[in-house]
């Protein structure tokens, strides 16, 4: 009997598995139409991978950015181990968690943004039932 398991991953994934992984984990994050510069249309549903599985394009674009972020870290720690001998590791794992942080820290903004846009929604509140009881107050 095996109690504990551990796999030890040796090598990259390649471009098209880190955007599967990160279609993958992106898919319940809720995109506002505004947040890209490229025009999207929420309506349009693109398959990817075997068809079996309709993805958001807004989706497809947050994933794609995000392995575009780690494909660009791991060319500029190619430059520097040339330049300066010197090598920082990124492997699978730190994918998974640079998109886990993303999506955990984008809930938790949204989250404050919620909360702040509820005080200013009270106080606006608060403003107008001053102004109604003003203008009673001075009829």
Known sequence: ?????????????????????????TENVDIPSDSFSKNVDADEQVAFGDGAKQVDPKNELLAECLVKVHLTVRDLNTKLMRSAKKYNFITPRDVLDFIKHFVELRAEKKSELVELQGHLNRGLDKLKESEDEVVELQG
Request: glycine fraction near 8%; include cysteine; charged fraction near 25%.
């Open 1 to 25: 009997m095996f109690n504990r398991c551990v796999i030890d991953w040796f090598g990259d994934w390649s471009d098209d598995g880190l955007l599967q992984v990160a279609k993958s984990l």
